[in-house]
């Protein structure tokens, strides 16, 4: 079993990390909003990588059953679902992943339907594929955010070709129920719409909720959808670059294979088999994630109640980002940037997840308790002055 103590790596190794989150920045900036958590990977998949550079073997990546296999087995573990690991490819990312299934079964000024608030990269892959982003938003209800079903079927009904769904939601954590998730796949069957969804956060839900992943909620959503998720978020190996697509229908396979070989060629050896080993072997670790993400959102909700009470925020149902709404504070109109300039503290600005969250920000809570409490005495400083 695995101890706090030893879990959040300290903060002058984090400091001396490679990755965006922290190099964007200049060094005095506290960064809160990339979403990696600053924990120590499981050792198990540390002894894996290690093996692969101490025999040099660092080639390109061919065959990987081990992935299929070990994703299968980790399904039907984590929420008793059975996957085909026949029907389980080898992706670069989720973003190509999703990138490369939108230009395969779709066409340029196809219409892509979003639920905003959203990752804010859903805008940057629609792009991409020369398609156009149809924003279908959440509706805020009984303290969380919930998908506007009506919305839904009138979007779908004007000739929208495709549901980019993201499951769970990203900034708000909204795990979809089962019963929501049923009724979109009637209408995506009903009006010819391919649902894709983004399930890479579906490991870190919260032991207070069950995840539904989309291709076990019922035949027509198998019919109709396809799933894109990866090892990265949940196991902290973002920077691997590898992931997973999964359909289970035989129709749905055919039309896949449109997708290039080239998705499965360009990943990378070392996330491939990270991945396999972090579904495989490192449930112990990813549970102690969750438990700590759980203790630092509670030392958030602390902070929040103790020195920014006219906040809102939402309580994430899985994962480890926190939204809320700093309108009260007169922060400008863009409180992120202000928090920033003023404050040294990096969060994602609202407006990057959709219009008309330009008072919103997002932070990540995956990280030392202090840098959380620190970000909260910076908010409440700036929103007196």
């Known amino acids: 079993m695995f101890t706090y103590s030893d879990f959040i790596s300290p903060y002058p190794e984090l400091r001396s990390r490679h990755s965006s989150k922290w190099r964007r920045f200049e060094p005095d900036v506290l960064p809160m909003h990339v979403a990696e958590m600053d924990y120590v990977i499981a050792p198990n998949i540390q ?8 025999r040099s073997d660092l080639g390109y990546l061919g065959p990987i059953p081990e992935v299929p296999a070990a994703f299968s087995e980790f399904a039907m573990s984590r929420w008793g679902w059975k996957v085909d690991p026949a029907q389980v490819r080898i992706a670069t990312d989720v973003a190509v992943g999703c990138v490369e299934i939108m230009r395969a079964l779709g066409r340029p000024a196809d219409r892509v339907v979003i639920n905003s608030p959203v990752y804010s990269s859903f805008y940057d892959w629609i792009k991409e594929v020369q398609m156009e982003a149809q924003d279908v938003p959440l509706i805020p209800r009984d303290g969380t955010w919930k998908l506007d079903i009506d919305g839904l079927r009138a979007a779908f009904e ?3 070709k495709f549901l980019l769904l993201c499951s769970p939601q990203n900034p708000v954590g909204r795990v979809h129920t089962a019963q929501e998730l049923g009724e979109i796949a009637l209408l995506a069957k009903r009006f010819g719409v391919t649902v894709i969804s983004d399930e890479i956060h579906a490991p870190l839900t919260f032991k207070s909720h069950q995840f539904v992943p989309w291709l076990s909620v019922s035949e027509t959503a198998r019919e109709v959808g396809v799933a894109v998720t990866a090892a990265s978020k949940s196991f902290n190996l973002a920077g691997l670059k590898a992931a997973v697509f999964v359909s289970q229908n035989e129709s749905m396979q055919r039309r896949l294979q449109a997708v290039p070989a080239a998705t499965h060629w360009r990943s990378s050896l070392l996330g491939g088999f990270a991945m396999a080993e972090a579904f495989a072997n490192s449930e112990d670790w990813l ?4 438990e700590q993400n759980a203790s630092n959102f509670e030392v958030f909700e602390s902070a929040m109640r103790e020195l920014l009470p006219s906040v809102p925020y939402w309580v994430p149902q899985a994962g480890y980002l926190a939204w809320m709404d700093l309108s009260s504070l007169n922060l400008g109109p863009n409180p992120a940037a202000t928090i920033l300039e003023r404050g040294r503290v990096a969060l994602v ?3 990057d997840h959709g219009k008309g969250y330009e008072q919103f920000a997002r932070i990540n809570f995956a990280t030392h308790p202090e840098h959380i409490y620190k970000t909260i005495e910076v908010i ?6």
């Open 287 to 290: 549970n102690t994630a969750i």
């Open 349 to 351: 600005p609202g407006v």
């Open 47 to 54: 002894r894996v990588l290690i093996d692969f550079v101490q």
């Open 380 to 385: 409440r400083s700036l929103g007196k002055s």
């Open 158 to 160: 004007s000739g929208a």
